[in-house]
């Protein structure tokens, strides 16, 4: 019995709700039978509502919920919100606006089937929003985490203590009353306390343009400030996960922009996905990025995994896609507690590519955990095939894959060996627009002799070029004129696309 759930529960698989219905999914809960995904959603661009969509461990979508009056408009928080109690039931912290017209905090209590909810409003401050919230089973008591504005210019970090039905013990705000500080994350922390992320621009070097530094702080069980760390410079920088691990340090992820780098300077929406290791005083350990810079990379989760290694998802941009479409993809990642990287995924649903309107691939995953079988499930959104955000989830195995091949591009790969296999090959050409050198690179070595043609709008053979037993060519271009050219490769053995290249 023990060995036929544990190949049910390996069965991958990548799906959406699909039904019409626009959604982000930021918050999971896993139950003996099934995965249930959490967020905010609703009719497009109606009013938003609780939304929970519930898969079974196989990725068929077997009920679907919305919560909340007409009048609400609710967002649920940051990333890997919510937590179980008591053993049965469910509680999401998040903001709302109430039938007054007044922003208050809210947690949602479902019960066990996810059908039936209640919820608590924080009418505290003039506006208030948790953006997480975590059960301690010790105190039997909900650690919520957000942040209050008054005026809307100014932003202070706000903790709350709640029993198990949402009455509130004690709240206390963090933060100076002059500038905009947000809280994004909550961990529960061995000794009883918490440890709060999120950004500040009250702290740190000036900053720039209204752009914020990185802001930890350490509390003890009562809300008192033990230590605080501010991390960045005058460029952005954001934080969406942090916890205790199990060695007793503090772990967290979040996006940045690259100091070394100008591009990033000079546009602050280049930024690196990044982890950064404390010790329990708050200093640093290590301070790793990861992958290439690029718009929209962050780290929007963290977890740590049975072996004592990190999992963490986001977003990555890139043309992962077949034929190099630029997007947002879905990126999963596993790196050692020593910040080594152990691999590297990046996802994205069938159907987010409009082949109609040639939209660019859209997918975002806000929040991973790991899974009793070694593997994991993450959810977050997905364009479709109409261009409407939906729920997303992926369930994968121990290496991070769905399936055979393993990502996305290993895919690509393996589409591309079928069609060689076919008679077909493919190139890339680089840089475009180009000006003295213009690059090939095959996907598949040209063993038999060939030639490469460039040929202008009128088609005129403008340079040619034999190539053989190689995957890497490049034409010199000095003498070409500026305009637009085709590049056309010709073999008896295999057919190739025509690629479009700019000489400037």
């Known amino acids: 019995m023990v060995t036929c759930v544990n190949i049910q529960a390996q069965t991958t698989f990548n799906a959406r709700p699909n039904n019409g219905n626009w959604g982000i999914s930021n918050t999971i809960f896993i139950t003996d039978s099934s995965y249930a995904i959490a967020g905010v959603g609703g009719e497009f661009r109606g009013q938003r509502k609780l939304k929970v969509s519930i898969f079974d461990y196989t990725g068929n979508l077997k009920k679907e919920y919305l919560h909340g009056a007409n009048y609400e408009l609710i967002g649920t928080g940051y990333y890997a919100n919510g937590s179980k109690i008591n053993d049965s039931s469910y509680v999401i912290a998040a903001g709302a606006i109430d039938k007054d017209g007044k922003g208050v905090g809210r947690m949602f209590f479902l019960d066990q089937s996810f059908d039936s909810v209640l919820f608590k ?64 994350t909550i961990g529960l922390c061995k000794d009883g306390g918490y440890i709060l992320g999120g950004w500040t621009e009250s702290y740190g070097v000036p900053n720039v343009n209204g752009n914020a530094n990185v802001w930890i702080v350490k509390t003890d069980s009562n809300g008192k400030v033990e230590w605080e760390r501010v991390f960045g410079d005058s460029l952005t920088e954001a934080v969406f996960s942090v916890f205790e691990g199990v060695d007793g340090h503090f772990y967290f992820s979040g996006g940045r922009t690259d100091y070394k780098e100008p591009l990033s300077r000079n546009n602050n929406e280049y930024s690196l996905n990044y982890i950064i290791k404390l010790d329990s005083t708050g200093k640093t350990i290590w301070d790793n990025s990861f992958g290439t810079l690029g718009k929209n990379n962050s780290l929007l989760s ?43 995924r990046v996802h994205h649903h069938p159907d987010a590519f409009d082949k109609d309107s040639q939209a660019g691939v859209r997918g975002i995953l806000y929040s991973i955990r790991p899974t009793a079988d ?18 997303w989830v992926i369930k994968m195995d121990e290496e991070g894959c769905i399936g055979t091949p393993c990502d996305l591009q290993e895919a690509i790969l393996a589409q591309e060996e079928i069609a060689f296999q076919n008679g077909i090959q493919s190139f890339k050409v680089f840089p475009n627009p180009a000006s003295d050198l213009l690059n090939l690179s095959f996907s598949f070595p040209v063993l038999e002799e060939a030639f490469v043609q460039l040929v202008d709008q009128s088609g005129k053979v403008v340079l040619h070029q034999f190539i053989s037993n190689t995957s890497n060519v490049s034409l010199d271009l000095s003498a070409i004129s500026s305009g637009i050219y085709f590049v056309s490769v010709q073999s008896t053995e295999y057919t190739f696309p025509v690629k479009k290249v700019v000489v400037r």
């Open 302 to 344: 963290l977890n740590q995994t049975p072996d004592g290694s990190l999992i963490g998802c986001g977003s990555k941009p890139g043309r992962y896609y077949k034929d190099g479409v630029a997007g947002i993809y879905g990126y999963v990642i596993k790196v050692s507690s020593d910040g080594e990287l152990l691999w590297e």
């Open 121 to 184: 409003d924080f009418k505290n401050y003039r506006f208030q929003q948790f953006s997480q919230c975590r059960w301690n089973e010790k105190t039997k008591q909900i650690i919520g985490l957000g942040y209050v504005n008054h005026p809307v210019t100014i932003g202070r970090f706000w903790l709350s203590k709640s029993d198990s039905l949402g009455n509130q013990i004690w709240d206390t705000l963090y933060g100076t009353t002059t500038h905009l500080d947000k809280a994004t």
């Open 374 to 391: 070694g593997g994991y499930i993450a959810a977050g959104e997905t364009n479709t095939n109409d261009n409407y955000q939906d729920f």
